[in-house]
């Protein structure tokens, strides 16, 4: 290789470089916001732990590079945009790094998972952003840690913090869901979107 081809070759790599840490930057300046809001929202004294847990640990979270990634669920992206905080996610969503969620089988067409705690070191705690597509519903499920949501975009059917019943929920609210609560949403006629947190020693990190 050549001293200019070898020149270009680094500029490039400093370029990728530049671009995940400022896409990481707008991440945290967004987790920050959001997790303020969780705190000042009424809420549970529990559920606010969640989001002073988000608050504390991402001020000082060390960034881990990862490569964007799509899922076909968020195609509908563009109907995100009922409130501030959803319309600053939708500029986000392309730099974020998008699976398939283990607990449906639909290869991300309907619904998609950001997990947050994969693009920063937050120990102890399990951070990520769950995307339903309108119309559509994740599963029923429950798992040992704690979870606090703040609900982003989208007025949706939750079934929550120990309740048999499907109740209405609002964007910028906050719903709390104890150890093993069985608990799914069913997203109205735009996509639901929420910022989860899960915390406590129950948190696996691989």
Known sequence: MGTLAFMISEFEVAGEIMNVLQDHDKIRTWLISAADSAI??????????????????IDRAVPIPYEPQKQGALQSLGDVCDTPRAREFAELAGSLRWVESERWNDGGKERALCVLSDAFDLPGLEVGIMYVDSGCAYPIHNHPPQEVYLTISGTAQWRYGGSKTLVDVRPDSVLYNHPFDLHTVQAGDSPLVALYVLWGDEVIKS
């Open 40 to 57: 000042s929202l009424p809420s549970k004294a529990v559920a606010k732990e969640g989001a002073l847990r988000l608050r504390s640990a």
